[in-house]
């Protein structure tokens, strides 16, 4: 059975996933970055379908909150990057300061789902893309559920705190209300969390959450999570480590010393925009992959991804 090819492999799905929970896996796992955001607007269907046609075992989505608690799929807590919000709804606006300049932002959590639904998610990107809409964290799973995996990324939890919503405690029973929060508990649908918040995935344990997650990295936290005593602080609440590819590339061992006390790694994030010094990025790819041994990554270009048998 070739699982390569996108009708068949879903059925294999967790089985092919299965192995990442353990050291020395050998099947490569590729993630859809915001969907196939390469060509076509991140976070949205139309994204998230052609990274499934493009053969991509999980499909990521990042989430945020809107004004009347819905999980949405956006990268940014703000709306002006991605959408026309600065057309539709211009006095809605609030002025801060970055970078020494006055900047109009349009956050997330001000705005109902009803009204973000108003917003066009598409023609940012391409103009063949007009009349996208922001999916609700629901519409996605329903398209992408027995075609690929969910790897949702609990995004700035601290600050939907702030304003009376606990995110994990929405993941937890939206995913609860699909069936999905048991590991296998849809062959065709795994699911693996990511955030770059450790108390936000302590918090889905301590909810019961037994799904695998990865804990992310950025760079200026390696001192704090990449060294021995780091990682295994990590194993304590998660299943792998997310580091930013460039503390990989700088520090190869990182790899070894994650697999040693049982945590995957899942490097991010790989597109053909800027392929870091390789000739392209399939060959970036291939050689965190097959070279510094890294588990799985993160790419907007799903139809490059090296697979080997």
């Known amino acids: ?61 990042d989430l945020q909150i809107t004004r009347d608690g819905v999980l949405v799929c956006l990268h940014d807590v703000t709306l002006e990057r991605t959408t026309d919000v600065a057309r539709v709804f211009p006095d809605r606006a609030r002025t801060e300061s970055a970078g020494g300049q006055s900047v109009r932002r349009w956050p997330v959590v001000e705005f109902t789902m009803e009204e973000i639904q108003r917003l066009d998610a598409g023609s940012w990107f391409d103009e063949r893309f007009r009349g996208t809409r ?27 705190e ?15 209300r699909n069936r999905l929060h048991e590991p296998g508990a849809d062959p065709k649908t795994p699911v693996i969390l990511q955030s770059f918040s450790a108390e936000a995935l302590k918090r889905m ?28 602080e990590i194993k304590s609440f998660a299943t792998g480590i997310g580091p930013d590819k460039t503390l990989i590339r700088e520090d190869p061992g990182v790899v070894a010393r994650a697999h ?19 000739p392209d990025v399939r060959a970036e790819m291939a050689h965190y992959l097959y070279k510094l041994g890294v588990d799985a990554l993160f790419t907007d270009n799903p139809d490059q991804f090296p697979r080997r048998p």
């Open 1 to 61: 059975m070739s699982l390569s090819h996108p009708t068949r492999r879903s059925v294999v799905r967790w089985a092919a996933v299965a192995p990442l929970m353990a050291r020395g896996a050998q099947r490569k796992i590729l993630i859809a970055h915001r969907g196939a955001s390469a060509y076509a607007p991140e976070n949205t269907l139309p994204a998230y379908r052609l990274a499934i046609e493009q053969g991509a075992d999980f499909v990521e989505q």
């Open 205 to 232: 344990r301590a909810l019961g959450c037994k799904l695998p997650m990865t804990m992310l990295v950025r760079r200026g936290e390696q001192r704090r999570w990449l060294t021995p005593e780091g990682l295994r």
């Open 260 to 278: 040693e006390v049982g945590l995957t790694v899942t490097a991010y994030t790989f597109r053909s925009a800027d392929p870091g010094g390789f």
């Open 162 to 176: 702030r304003h009376g919503f606990r995110m994990e405690e929405l993941v937890w029973e939206t995913l609860r």
């Open 134 to 160: 922001i999916p609700s964290w629901q519409q996605a799973i329903d398209a992408i559920r027995g075609k690929a995996g969910l790897y949702p990324e609990l995004k700035a939890p601290e600050l939907y």
